[in-house]
């Protein structure tokens, strides 16, 4: 199971590989013996407590000088809960474009500017990431993701904040 994981994490697979028609027979035939993890049980328990995988991925983010992110939240009408997520993407020393969804979460409570900015910097310390290493933050239009920005006091571009619209 953990080679699994390692799997679909380091090779960016998603996480409905393991119930793949094609996947499937193929562990079967390599390992009768083995059964397979589900797609919910790699997500909610595997991923999460896999520190190999975040070891590696705060290897790769000490040894870099900038790294760039995408943050939203979602939400919808038919789903009682809203999700935060903080995505990073960086140049490696072999100048090749490396990425890592560093944190997906239920975001609870009214979304403001400051619970979104307190929750922003829970997650860039939780990774150990230094302000003066981030390069952008791409993110929404929307007018409390542009509030939350500003206390990070993150030195991109003079304040300058990328809005998808």
Known sequence: TKKVVEFVVLDDQPLSVVENVGFRPLIEHLEPRYTLP???????????????????????????????????IWSSDVCPMSLLSLT?????????LQKAVLKAKQFHGSHTGDSITTATEEMLNAWKIEKSKVHVILRDNASNVIKAMDPLELPIWDGLHIRCN
């Open 38 to 72: 589900t797609q919910h049980f790699i997500s909610k328990t595997a991923i999460p407590s896999n520190k190999q995988v975040c070891k590696f991925i705060l290897k790769h983010l000490e040894n870099i000088a900038m790294v760039s992110f995408t943050t939203n």
């Open 88 to 96: 990073s993407q960086w140049i490696d020393s072999c100048f090749t």
